[in-house]
C-alpha cells in the first residue's frame, strides 16, 4: 500500500477512535458509510444500559446495499414497559427512548389519564428508506437504526390512546397527555416530529438521534 494511503487511513482512525487501537482497528477499518461511533462512546452506552437495569443484546455491525447500516446497534429486551416493533436501535437512540419511557411517559399517563402505563406501541425503527419514505430523499435517520416511531399507548385501565385519533381528537386530557410526551421527546432527542410537523406525522411521533435539536 502506498505510504500516502496508510497515513490517511491512521488519520482517519486517529479521528474517530480516542488514542488509537492499534493494528486490530487498523485492519477492520473500512470505507465508513456514515461516521461510527467510536468504540469508547458505544462502550459507555452499553454501561449505561446496564446502570439503568435495561436489559438488552447487543447486535453485529451490519451494513446494506444503499448506504443503510446498523452500526453499534442494540435490542432492547426489558425496558420496564413494554415497547412493541424494538428492532435495531443505536445505543444513544435507545437509552434516550428508555429514559424517555420511564421517566417522561409513565408520570404523564398518570397525570393527565389517571392510569398506569401498560406498552408503548411503536412502528419499529430500523428501515433502509429515504426522509419520510420518498424514493430519492436522502436517507432517512431509520437507514442508520437511530430513529422510532411511536404511534400509542396502552394503559393499565385498557385504553389505547393512538396519536393519530388522539392528537386532534374530543378529549382534552389526551390531546394534553399526548403533547405532554412530544415535548418531553424535545427534550432528550436531537429530531422530535409530531402531527403538527407535517402531513407524513399524522399517525406518529418520530424521535431520532441525528442532526438538531428541532422539535416540531
Ligand atoms: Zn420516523
Redesign the pocket.
Known amino acids: 500500500m502506498a505510504r500516502g494511503a496508510v497515513f490517511l487511513i491512521l488519520l482517519m482512525l486517529c479521528s474517530c477512535i480516542p488514542g488509537g487501537r492499534g493494528r486490530q482497528e487498523l485492519q477492520r477499518a473500512r470505507p465508513p458509510q456514515r461516521a461510527e461511533a467510536s468504540s469508547a462512546e458505544t462502550l459507555q452506552c452499553h454501561i449505561d444500559l446496564a446502570r439503568e437495569r435495561i436489559g438488552f443484546r447487543r447486535l453485529p455491525d451490519q451494513r446494506f446495499s444503499g448506504g443503510c447500516s446498523a452500526l453499534g446497534a442494540v435490542q432492547l429486551l426489558d425496558i420496564g414497559t413494554p415497547a412493541t416493533n424494538l428492532g435495531a436501535m443505536t445505543c444513544p437512540l435507545a437509552r434516550q427512548f428508555v429514559r424517555w419511557s420511564r421517566e417522561a411517559v409513565r408520570p404523564a399517563a398518570e397525570r393527565w389519564l389517571g392510569s398506569p402505563l401498560r406498552r408503548v406501541e411503536t412502528?419499529g425503527t430500523f428501515a433502509c428508506r429515504g426522509v419520510n419514505g420518498q424514493p430519492g430523499a436522502r436517507l432517512?435517520?431509520?437507514a442508520f437504526a437511530n430513529?422510532?416511531?411511536v404511534s400509542a399507548f396502552v394503559l393499565a385501565d385498557g385504553r389505547r390512546i393512538a396519536v393519530e385519533q388522539g392528537w386532534n381528537g374530543e378529549v382534552e386530557r389526551v390531546r394534553r397527555f399526548l403533547r405532554d410526551v412530544h415535548d418531553a421527546g424535545c427534550r432528550r432527542f436531537g429530531i422530535t416530529?409530531g402531527p403538527d410537523a407535517d402531513a407524513y406525522h399524522y399517525n406518529?411521533l418520530?424521535f431520532?438521534m441525528g442532526r438538531g435539536p428541532y422539535c416540531r
Open positions: 412502528f432517512s435517520e431509520h430513529a422510532v416511531d416530529l406518529h418520530h431520532d
